[in-house]
């Protein structure tokens, strides 16, 4: 239960920053996601972004943050294994199935669906 | 992640997540459900365009932002990390 | 004839022989529905996209107004169109079915009254016996153009307009029945470094102050002299800063007489409408639809209709310009 308490909360406050940063900061919905992704590399940079999945799961996994944190570990992890080329070869590592989805779940909604308008 | 992705592509596709979106803000576009969202409505938007220079070529036109930016940023914080174990172990 | 600055007077009267509004569903559900003389129920029209629904609702209401008329495609000299799509492509494409010599214009949202004035003066220097004057607008072609695709889910402000997916187009000659242009204030560009395009009303509403304040100075007259003073599609937040902009520069329009054709078309309870409705269509169909036949019915006898366009787009916001505005300004009256 405390679980479901902390990702809501966690993920809920993700959110509002996006927000703020929508209305007060007046930046376009893609500024706004470009500063979460790279904010979330950068707390995985300093080894906070880690911590805070462990404390609230998907409160921190599911917001576009953790695309950021997913790519410097995909880079990390095939750094440690194969060396400093390894930040290229294994950036999209963990994230392939994200953006793979993304992409082939976004075609065919094309081949099937008209927009609404 | 797959799962929420398929859920937000149909939600697009149905026509609702726009109006979910109106009332809810940032968030639904700041989880994944949102990348996906920006990926969905732009396929199907250009589809009028044909599959190859509407789907396929529009098909990133917001979430395109992201990518690069995540990518680049990543890119930099490895390069950083690797550099200072590097230095740090040897 | 010129009159002061940038005022013509048309002294020869060009008549509006008909005209016609053709509209989508939410222009529909709107308070204005029976002044429309075609409803779609969807946004598609048949059509394969967006663009050519767009480009098939201003045929539909150029053949309506034509026939209306009571005249063919050939007595046309002149078809004066413009639109929001790139490269004006409703109006080229719909001029192309009609084949009648044609004269694109690209005024934004004020492109209904830019094409009667021009028209007008067409008729009024007898360069021409008839001629159509129309544009159109396309919710979801101007939203995938301009915004965000339209499944996109974006979070639209307050301040925010929904375009009308509406043509409005008018025919005008040199002698008949029917209401009459009498003069056309042309609008100069007026940019007050609004860069919000989710707020194009407080953008435009110095234009529209600027071309309001040019006429009456040009002709020396004053609004009591009008019985309806509508702009184009300023919107809830627009109108508001226009309506005070006025009464600084010392031209106060009482309200019963100052509206606005965005506030018009839609009811206010009506979803996703927030500031009102705005689009070439707008001013269009609520000035060939409603305000003519208010005036056909008695109940107006001199209107003046200012239109009001955001000279921005995509790439120029991109380039963080700001968002220039204009607003042409034309009077009809109908006594009878």
Redesign the interface.
């Given at each position: 239960m405390e679980a479901y308490f902390w990702a809501f909360v966690v993920g809920g406050l993700i959110c509002v920053i996006g927000q703020l940063l929508l209305d007060v900061g007046k930046f376009t919905p893609a500024h706004t996601m470009s500063i979460l992704v790279v904010s979330g590399a950068i707390l995985d940079g300093l080894g906070l972004y880690e911590p805070l999945i462990d404390f609230a799961g998907a409160g921190a996994t599911v917001p576009i943050t953790s695309f950021g944190n997913a790519l410097v570990h995909g880079a990390m992890a095939e750094a440690e294994q194969v060396g400093i080329i390894g930040i290229l070869t294994g950036i999209f590592e963990v994230t392939s199935a994200g953006i793979s989805a993304a992409i082939i779940f976004g075609f065919l909604a094309s081949l099937l669906f008209k927009p609404k308008g | 992640?797959?799962v929420?992705?398929?859920l937000s592509?149909?939600l697009?596709?149905?026509?609702v997540?726009?109006h979910?979106?109106?009332w809810?803000?940032?968030?639904?576009?700041?989880?994944?459900t949102?990348?996906?969202?920006?990926?969905?409505?732009?396929?199907?938007?250009?589809?009028?365009e044909g599959?190859v220079l509407g789907?396929g070529a529009s098909?990133f036109?917001?979430?395109g932002?992201?990518?690069?930016?995540?990518?680049f940023?990543?890119?930099?914080?490895?390069?950083?990390?690797?550099a200072l174990t590097l230095l740090g172990g040897s | 004839m010129l009159h002061g600055h940038q005022t013509w007077v048309f002294s020869n009267r060009p008549t509006i022989l008909s005209a016609a509004a053709v509209g989508g569903p939410f222009e529909a559900k709107g308070p204005l529905a029976e002044d429309f003389d075609i409803l779609h129920g969807d946004l598609w029209l048949g059509q394969d996209s967006y663009e050519k629904a767009e480009k098939k609702m201003l045929e539909e209401a150029c053949e309506t107004a034509i026939k209306k008329a009571g005249l063919q495609k050939q007595d046309i000299q002149f078809f004066l169109s413009g639109d929001l799509m790139n490269q004006i492509i409703s109006s080229s494409f719909a001029a192309r079915t009609l084949a009648i010599p044609y004269l694109g214009l690209y005024g934004a949202c004020s492109s209904s009254m830019e094409s009667l004035a021009l028209g007008s003066l067409i008729i009024d220097s007898q360069s021409g016996n008839y001629v159509l004057c129309g544009t159109s607008s396309h919710n979801a072609a101007a939203e995938k153009q301009y915004r965000y695709p339209t499944e996109y889910g974006s979070q639209k402000p307050p301040t925010a307009q929904w375009t009308v997916t509406g043509a409005g187009v008018a025919v005008l000659g040199s002698q008949g029945e029917g209401p009459q242009v009498t003069a056309a204030t042309i609008g100069r560009v007026v940019d007050m470094g609004v860069t919000d395009p989710f707020n194009m009303g407080s953008a435009m509403a110095p234009a529209a102050v600027d071309t309001i304040t040019a006429h009456f100075r040009d002709l020396r007259v004053s609004p009591g002299d009008y019985d309806l003073i509508a702009t184009g599609d300023l919107g809830r937040v627009g109108h508001k800063i226009a309506g005070d902009l006025l009464k600084k520069h010392g031209l106060e329009i009482p309200d019963n007489i100052f509206t606005d054709c965005g506030l018009l078309i839609y009811c206010e309870d009506q979803p996703v409408v927030l500031a009102g409705g705005s689009g070439c269509g707008c001013s269009a169909t609520v000035a060939y639809g409603h305000i003519l036949n208010r005036m056909k019915k008695g109940e107006l006898k001199k209107v003046l209709i200012v239109a009001t366009g955001a000279l921005l787009s995509p790439l120029s916001y991109q380039q963080r310009e700001s968002i220039p505005g204009i607003a042409h300004a034309v009077s009809i009256e109908y006594d009878h």
């Open positions: - | 992640m797959a929420l992705i398929l592509v149909i697009t596709a149905s026509g997540y726009d979910i979106a109106q809810a803000g940032a968030g639904t576009a700041v989880p994944v949102g990348f996906a969202n920006s990926i969905a409505s732009a396929a199907i938007e250009h589809r009028s599959f789907v098909m036109q917001l979430a932002s992201v990518i690069v930016f995540g990518v940023a990543a890119f930099v914080v490895a390069l950083i990390k690797t | -």
